[in-house]
């Protein structure tokens, strides 16, 4: 179960897209002064390389974040695309771009003092990679490193003491029983913490698992009668098989997508101004398109 490193796929298009909805939903969320609890439920080590042994390997950030920063960089980009891109260049010095943010610092870079990060990671070598990270943050209590399983260990911390929490969840998916329990978390959640945003990341692959997960819990979030949001970004055809074990040459992930439950109700604008953006620009074949679909009240 612990075969999955992030490291080899930093900065990818699934990042690119993952990364711009976790932004733009900080950005609105911290508009008011409540304290805001944020949950991450696989953080991974924090911090990659992009010139490392790991990411050189797959080589998959020079299909994401490389196409979007100089010189390959666009004239002019949607505000939410180039909100990702700044946070990105923020971490780099010079014009290389050799340094990814995953998302807990990303989020801690956004947050402000009276607000909690708190950080899972149950892969022994990443966990231990990110308590290093977050240690050179000097943060203090704001952080928080918990080397446990987050969809189980985040039930402590809902509901959160100011009532107000983005969870974000994006696991491996490496075993099949990760979509199961990913829905499992949501449900739970939704009892503990019904206003809170969840945002969930999840892979578009040749597995019935990955086709089912987003329409179980559209139908979930339907009955609890709350606002959904529904982000697809597809940059090549489907057809070759899933990915291969890390470290290896593979086809490479086709598409992913974002389920958000309680959305900034700024986000499907923004999204509809960034979304045909990232499909042009991250585009590997004639298959690359976006999908954008929400409800409720």
Known sequence: MFSYRHAFHAGNHADVLKHTVLIATLQHLL??????????????????????????????????????????????????????????RAFNQGAATRVYPGSPFIAQRLLREQDRLKLFELHPTDARALAGNVAQLEAGRQVAVLAEDGLEGIKKFLPPPARRALVLCDPSYEIKSDYGRVLDMVQDSLKRFPTGVYAIWYPIIPRPEAHDLPRRIKTLVQKAGKPWLHATLTVKGSKAPAPAGDGQRRPGLPASGMFLINPPFTLDAALRQALPQMAELLAQDRHATWTLEGGGS
Request: no cysteine; aromatic share 6%.
């Open 31 to 88: 508009q008011k002064d409540a304290a805001l609890t944020v949950l991450d439920t696989h953080a991974g080590a924090g911090l990659y390389r992009l010139d490392g042994d790991y990411a050189t390997t797959s080589a998959e950030s020079t299909d994401g974040i490389l196409r979007l920063v100089p010189p390959a960089a666009p004239a002019e980009l949607a505000p939410a695309l180039q909100a990702y891109v700044d946070m990105v």
